[in-house]
């Protein structure tokens, strides 16, 4: 599997962004999949999804204060990565 995340610390905060399809955050049940998937990755940090329709603003899911937080972000700016995790 491979995925492309940003992790950032804000305010003493260490999270991960990580992009996912938007048709991921259209339901509870595929956002708490996605979550328990990626926590395995990032077992200590808070999980911030996003996602993002062709050339429009992103679209993130998760805790409201760091949501809140990359409203007012370029998310281009942010420190991405791809990673490439082995599954099972």
Partial sequence: MTFDA????????????IIVKPEILKHDFTINEARQ???????????????????TTPTYQGRQDLVKF?????????PWKSYTVKEG
């Fill in 70 to 78: 990359l409203n007012t972000v370029d998310y281009m700016l942010l």
């Fill in 37 to 55: 998937v990626f926590s395995k990755f990032f077992p200590t940090m808070p999980i911030i999804l996003m996602a993002q329709e062709s050339a």
């Fill in 6 to 17: 940003a992790i950032i610390t804000e305010k003493g905060v260490t999270f991960v962004i």
